[in-house]
C-alpha cells in the first residue's frame, strides 16, 4: 500500500500563491494521481487529476489557475497554486490508484490511496 504525505499548505491572501508537495513511499511511476479538497461544510471535490500518460485535467474553478505535475524520479506530486481566492479554502488531499474506475477530477473521490491532508486558508 502506497504512503502519501503532503505538505506545502498554509495561509495565504487571496491573489497568493502556494505549491503544495505530495512524497510517495514508492514509485509513482505506474499511479494515476491527483489532488481532492474539502472546504468547511462542503463536500470533498476533485481538483486536479494526472494520469499515468501524464495527461492532466481540472475542475472547471481552477482551470487557468492551479497546475498539477507529476515526477516519477523524486516520487513527488506537485500542485502550483495561483490568484488564489477565498473559495480555495480547504482541506487538501493527495490521492492516488493504479487502475482508477473514472477518469478526471470527478473520480478522483473513490481513488484508492489517500494522505492525511494539507490545509489552504486563503483570507485577507
Known amino acids: 500500500q502506497v504512503h502519501l504525505v503532503e505538505s506545502g499548505g498554509g495561509s495565504v491572501q487571496p491573489g497568493g500563491s502556494l505549491r503544495l508537495s505530495c512524497t510517495a513511499s514508492e514509485s509513482i511511476s505506474y499511479l494515476h494521481m491527483g489532488w481532492v479538497r474539502q472546504a468547511p461544510g462542503k463536500e470533498r471535490e476533485g481538483v486536479a487529476a494526472?494520469?499515468?500518460?501524464?495527461?492532466?485535467s481540472y475542475t472547471e474553478s481552477v482551470k487557468g489557475r492551479f497546475t498539477i505535475s507529476k515526477h516519477n524520479a523524486d516520487r513527488t506530486l506537485y500542485l502550483q497554486m495561483e490568484r488564489l481566492e477565498s473559495e480555495d479554502t480547504g482541506m487538501y488531499y493527495c490521492?492516488?490508484?493504479?487502475?482508477?474506475?473514472?477518469?478526471?477530477?470527478?473520480?478522483?473521490?473513490?481513488?484508492?490511496?489517500w494522505g492525511q491532508g494539507t490545509q489552504v486558508t486563503v483570507s485577507s
Open positions: 490521492v492516488a490508484d493504479s487502475a482508477p474506475l473514472i477518469a478526471g477530477p470527478s473520480g478522483l473521490l473513490n481513488y484508492a490511496h
Open positions: 494526472e494520469d499515468f500518460y501524464n495527461r492532466a
